[in-house]
């Protein structure tokens, strides 16, 4: 007997008892179990998942805060004598504690929206959100004027030869050279404000349009033209994800001017914003409230820049 089968006799009619099949049966066969591999635990997993962000925002933020507290440190040892003509962190801290701790004073929100009271003393943040107010005005009217004069400009050669000397020559005026004409035309200080925003602004818009709408590849536009696309469907599916990425600079580019722009402005024009906020400390000798103004004015634009950042990355992906 084999020992891969046993063998056994099987009679195949019953009046033939001689007759019989050898049948081939096979053994059995044991079964054969995988070992099981122990997976980790979620929890495990998961802490380590945590663990990675945690490092890669260390990574990214410990270089920034350890450079701010070097300066900070070096500011203070250098401002810390008792003649020193420019104040240490220190100083500002004791002598403009009210407008660093009480930052929205006169400043309410409810479910008609923000309000800020026109009457009584105010903090900072509410110069902040008028000089802000007047950005988001003049900055949206740049940004849609400059989106569309980039796309005339970067579809049309003759537009291009035309226009873009001009542009090349009125986007080097600095923004406080247009007040005085703003204000001979508008005779109003708020819409001069307006116009000082979207003549500063438009320029980097306009020209880093154009300059992404003329790098679109020669085979995008054969395509187009192949497909038979509109100019809506043009625009939408081959325009504007080959030309977000410039765009979206000159838009970043534009907020950050935007925001300086509206600064000098009101610190010419006075009335109300941070840029008065500034000059009025100055003109009342009080140097520390003007330095915290100037960090709350960084901190915005920074602010600023990374909101529009976040929006063209958005934009991108979507295309």
């Not at 020992?3 to 009619?13: A, D, N, Q």
């Not at 802000?132 to 579809?155: E, K």
């Not at 033209?225 to 504007?240: C, D, H, Q, S, T």
Request: charged content about 10%.
């Amino acid at each position: 007997m084999s020992s891969l089968s046993t063998l056994k006799v099987v009679p195949l009619r019953r009046d033939d008892p001689q007759a019989a099949a050898v049948v081939a049966t096979p053994a059995p066969v044991e079964a054969v179990v995988a070992p099981v591999v122990p997976q980790a635990a979620p929890i495990a997993g998961l802490a380590q998942l945590w663990l990675d962000r945690g490092r890669s925002v260390a990574a990214s933020v410990l270089p920034t805060m350890l450079m701010i507290i070097t300066l900070l440190f070096v500011w203070q040892l250098s401002c810390s004598a008792p003649d020193a003509s420019f104040p240490s962190p220190m100083k500002v801290w004791e002598e403009s504690h009210e407008v660093i701790v009480h930052p929205f004073k006169g400043v309410s929100l409810d479910f008609t929206g923000l309000h800020i009271d026109d009457q009584g003393d105010v903090g900072i943040a509410a110069h902040i959100l008028t000089s802000l107010s007047r950005v988001m005005i003049g900055y949206g009217m740049a940004a849609v004027a400059g989106i569309a004069l980039g796309v005339l400009i970067g579809q049309s050669p003759f537009a291009y030869r035309a226009l873009d000397p001009l542009f090349q020559v009125l986007r080097t005026v600095p923004p406080l050279a247009w007040l005085p004409i703003s204000l001979a035309i508008f005779q109003n200080a708020g819409p001069s404000a307006l116009f000082l925003i979207f003549i500063t602004a438009i320029w980097p818009i306009i020209l880093n349009t154009a300059s992404g709408i003329q790098q679109i590849p020669l085979a995008y536009r054969n395509v187009a033209k192949v497909l038979g696309l509109n100019p809506v469907e043009y625009f939408l599916r081959i325009m504007l994800p080959a030309t977000v990425p410039p765009m979206f600079t000159g838009l970043r580019i534009g907020i950050g001017m935007s925001w300086l722009a509206i600064v000098a402005a009101e610190m010419v024009q006075g009335g109300t914003g941070v840029g008065f906020f500034i000059w009025d400390s100055y003109n009342s000798s009080l140097l520390t409230d003007t330095i915290v103004a100037l960090l709350w004015i960084g901190m915005v634009g920074f602010t600023l820049d990374r909101i529009v950042a976040a929006i063209g990355r958005v934009v991108a992906r979507s295309n």
